[in-house]
């Protein structure tokens, strides 16, 4: 993409409402504006974003075979209201009548609505286990929205929703969201800690937080230190080696404020002590035939009687996940994107646009890098370098490859790599192959 060509609405100073890095960055960025308390539109860079977040949030669902649907946002209250959810949930619900004085809801959340459709649909034990999952905005009215996406009302959301014909099987539904978190995050560069959780408005007994740490995490964040180094667990194939994976995290001390133990954090060694502040960035839950039981969605099991069917919910926070992100990976200049989420994968700054040399050498180079698949970002217009090299630091795109004449006339161009700040002058050929194999 040209930035001639391209609407990036760069601010140079700062919003007075914006008190932390991911709600100033994305503003700053030309990333999001806000539209009104808490809900914002997604202009191209930060939608660019935004969707390669949902689509590794989609990759790895698919993984673990979830199967992907759609539910509307708008939902009945009779859904809610079977299940006793709609008087309990509380204010954050926005509650609507159309014109024919029917009741209904902006969904903040879809188990009362899949539960009516499973029954709808799956009669026997031999359908089961059902695993299906859906990428959908939501809404809760958040009686104080702030720090931009991190605490918005509109929210872009993946949730699943997992069918069972017993607690066991149940079990085996949430070990593989449980490693598919794992992943899912380490895809995006992060590292995820899960947490044994409060249930709240969902229910159940059984529910994990998974955090990243960052200072301006809401939650206040103990843990066993170990459990920040591990890495990923990768393909686990099977249900053993889940619960495998599912015991070594667990076994480890990890809660947020409102679930610590401060008798039990003092007991680890003190080497391996970790307080810190964390975001939530999803939420798993198991919670049996909570709305099964009063929706009466049963199947018959082998023993030729009815069972409610055992469920469980599994929440991704997709928009959530940009903040977190940056929250997690900044400097005082901008954004410092991971490859895998970047907008694009590197910005071309031509220092003498006009110059026949520089526009030539810009030319190629966007042209190769565009071929490579590294979706290059080519700062063409006529702006200082000094205003070009602020812009490229702010929108934080992990490779910089900058052309001027002088350094043309050495036979050579200045990258940049954002995360480090390290900067290398090599031949325009070796600056395509050097950020080629960094994307391997």
Known sequence: MRLSQYFLPVLKETPADATIASHRFMLRAGMVKQ??????????????????????????????????MLMPTIQSANHWKETGRYDAYGPEMLRITDRGDRELLYGPTNEDMITDMFRS?????????????????KF?????PRFGVMRGREFLMKDAYSFD???????????????????????????????????????????????????????????????????????VDTDAGRQAVFDERTALYAATDEMHDAEAFAKLPADKQLSARGIEVGHIFYFGDKYSKPMNAVVA???????????GSYGVGVSRLVGGIIEASHDDDGIIWPKAVAPFGAGIINLKTGDEAADAACEDLYAKLTA?????????????????????????LPYQIVV??????NGVVEVKTRATGEKQEMTPDAAIAFIMAEFE
């Open 372 to 396: 490579a698949g590294i979706d290059p970002l080519y700062d063409d217009k006529d702006d200082r370098g000094g205003q070009k090299f602020a812009r490229m630091d702010l929108i934080g």
């Open 301 to 311: 099991g082998p023993d030729g009687k009815d069972h409610p069917v055992m469920m």
């Open 165 to 235: 014909i017993s607690p066991e099987a149940a079990r085996v539904s949430y070990n593989k969201h449980f490693v598919a978190y794992l992943n899912t995050y380490a895809r995006m560069g992060l590292k995820a800690v899960p947490m044994r959780a409060d249930t709240g408005p969902i229910g159940g007994d059984l529910s994990h937080e998974f955090l990243i740490l960052a200072e301006t995490g809401e939650s206040e964040v103990f843990c066993h230190k170990d459990l920040v180094d591990m890495p990923p667990p990768g393909v």
């Open 35 to 68: 539209d009104s308390a808490g809900i914002y539109i997604w202009l191209p860079l930060g939608y660019k974003v935004l969707r390669k977040i949902e689509q590794i949030v989609r990759e790895e669902q698919n993984k673990i075979g979830a199967v992907e």
């Open 121 to 137: 649909y799956v009669r026997s034990y031999k359908d089961l286990p059902q695993n299906l999952y859906h990428i959908q905005w």
């Open 404 to 409: 001027g004449p002088r350094g043309l006339k």
């Open 140 to 144: 809760r009215d958040e009686r104080r």
